[in-house]
């Protein structure tokens, strides 16, 4: 059993939003789909989000 608590899973939750808000800002849809990183990013991102949605 983890020693965390809802709050830092939340927090952690948050963070990835922001990253990802950031990550995509200046990108239309398009570009989006070129960008192989940034797509690689993102999917790490929601992966880690599930699993943080799952502790709560």
């Known amino acids: 059993m983890s020693s965390r608590d ?3 899973y939340l927090a ?3 963070e990835s939003i ?3 808000n950031f990550y995509v800002a200046n990108l239309d849809y398009d570009e989006f789909l070129d960008d192989l990183k940034t797509q690689d990013a993102i999917s790490k ?3 880690k989000q ?3 949605c799952l502790n709560l």
Do not use: A, F, P, S
Request: net charge positive.
């Open 6 to 8: 809802d709050n830092e």
């Open 45 to 47: 991102l929601l992966v």
């Open 12 to 14: 952690d939750i948050q």
């Open 18 to 20: 922001r990253r990802i």
């Open 50 to 52: 599930r699993k943080n």
